[in-house]
């Protein structure tokens, strides 16, 4: 399957992608964050476990999930949807 352009969305599918972006990055930042907490009290408490590199290995999914989230709105206000 072929990766379209966004500008080659239709209004339709630029807003429930956006919406799906959204929800899934807000997600991914409160697993992360949970996990991180978690991971870092266990850390705390036990001492060094391998899997605190876990969420730091998934943070650039969440750097690149918030870039096209922001692409996402421009093209958004660009065609002047709400």
Request: charged share 20%; with cysteine; net charge negative.
């Given at each position: 399957m072929k990766n379209k352009l966004i500008t080659d969305y239709t209004d339709?599918?630029?807003?429930?992608?956006?919406?799906?972006?959204k929800v899934m990055t807000i997600m991914l930042m409160c697993t992360l964050v949970l996990l991180f907490c978690a991971?870092?009290?266990?850390?705390?408490?036990?001492?060094?476990?391998?899997?605190l590199i876990?969420?730091?290995?998934?943070?650039?999914?969440?750097?690149?999930n918030f870039i096209n989230w922001n692409n996402l709105k421009k093209e958004k206000t660009r065609r002047n949807l709400k």
């Open positions: 339709e599918e630029l807003i429930k992608n956006e919406k799906t972006l991971l870092l009290f266990l850390t705390i408490e036990k001492g060094f476990s391998p899997l876990v969420p730091v290995c998934l943070f650039p999914l969440l750097l690149i």
